[in-house]
């Protein structure tokens, strides 16, 4: 029988992970189909719910990595599972802390007019990019997690 705390950190990784992929590539998308005419409303609901996301993912990463540390000592840093989880959080860190505070800057530079009909499109384009990107690496670094958590 496996330890609450195993557990745990299996319930964790699977809400993280499941997460990341659920609202960044199925609600996310569902939305801006169904508010195709707005685009703002959808853009503002996603990152309303990225920053959920985020901070589900700093609370997970908080857990497994005092896990890991306490289950393994110090051969936790050889291990794949220890640095997907810290460039997760790494990239969770900068994204809500880093990349949201420019992009949210750039919106309330524009106003009132749209972020995307002003001068400052392309710098958000090219930021929002940026959180693409490395919200993608997120996700894909998920999969270590779930094939190394033992």
Same mark, same amino acid.
């Given at each position: ?59 997970? #990463? ?11 000592? =110090? ?13 997760? %959080? %790494? ?32 710098? =958000? ?8 990107? #490395? ?9 270590? %997690?779930? =094939?190394?958590?033992?």
């Amino acid at each position: 029988m496996k330890r609450w705390s195993d557990k745990l950190a299996l319930i964790l990784t699977t809400l993280w992970v499941g997460a990341l992929w659920s609202i960044g590539f199925i609600a996310v998308q569902v939305l801006f189909n169904v508010l195709q005419h707005d685009k703002q409303m959808a853009g503002m609901l996603a990152g309303h719910m990225f920053t959920v996301v985020s901070y589900v993912g700093i609370v997970c #990463a908080a857990y497994l990595i005092v896990y890991r540390l306490l289950q393994a000592g =110090f051969s936790a840093f050889k291990q794949g599972f220890f640095w997907a989880l810290l460039i997760m %959080l %790494l990239l969770t860190l900068a994204g809500e802390f880093g990349i949201q505070p420019i992009l949210a800057s750039l919106k309330a530079q524009a106003l009132p007019a749209d972020v995307m009909q002003s001068v400052f499109a392309s710098r =958000f384009r090219a930021w929002h990019g940026v959180a693409s990107v #490395a919200y993608l690496i997120e996700c894909l670094l998920g999969l270590v %997690l779930i =094939f190394k958590l033992r």
